[in-house]
């Protein structure tokens, strides 16, 4: 299957740095395993994630006329002793989903919400849950859907 554009922007949230570290491992050794090339940008936390999305979509590096065709989105959302994690964690996945549907945009969500820094580590961890290669494989398999539809309206 052929895609639209062999390149994924991959956009982090470095505010836990070693779990973001982690999550573009998985992330990128996926991308590599299936030919696709690929660009990090890091943002400071997950609610900048989806303004790092429009703001790509916007300037045209990312979409149809784009040098990607895809985004994968990592992160990860740790509950403290506030509302601030619901906020967080509610706020970024609604507004990753509808940039996503808006503008018909294969995207892989891998931002983790979870409790403590343990479950993180274990989601994230390329040698057990590997949750940035499942976010990149996400995104792969969408641009080859997206390249599919795409083919069969031009015939």
Not at 5 to 16: G, N
Not at 46 to 63: N, T, W
Request: aromatic share 4%.
């Amino acid at each position: 299957m052929a895609r639209l554009a062999q390149s994924v922007l991959i956009i982090e949230a470095r505010f836990y740095e070693d779990i973001s570290n982690e999550l573009a491992r998985g992330a990128t050794e996926e991308l590599r395993r299936r030919g696709i090339g690929f660009e990090r940008v890091g943002v400071a936390g997950v609610l900048e994630v989806p303004l790092a999305l429009s703001a790509a979509i916007s300037s045209k590096v990312l979409g149809p006329q784009g040098r990607h065709g895809g985004c994968v989105a990592l992160g990860c959302v740790i509950r403290g002793e506030t509302s601030h994690y619901d906020i967080v964690a509610i706020e970024s996945a609604r507004a990753l989903m509808d940039i996503g549907i808006n503008n018909s945009m294969p995207l892989g969500n891998g931002i983790l919400t979870v409790d403590n820094r343990e479950q993180a580590w274990a989601r994230a961890s390329v040698d057990s849950g590997n949750k940035g290669a499942t976010a990149a494989r996400a995104c792969a398999e969408l641009m080859d859907l997206a390249s599919d539809f795409s083919r069969k309206s031009s015939r």
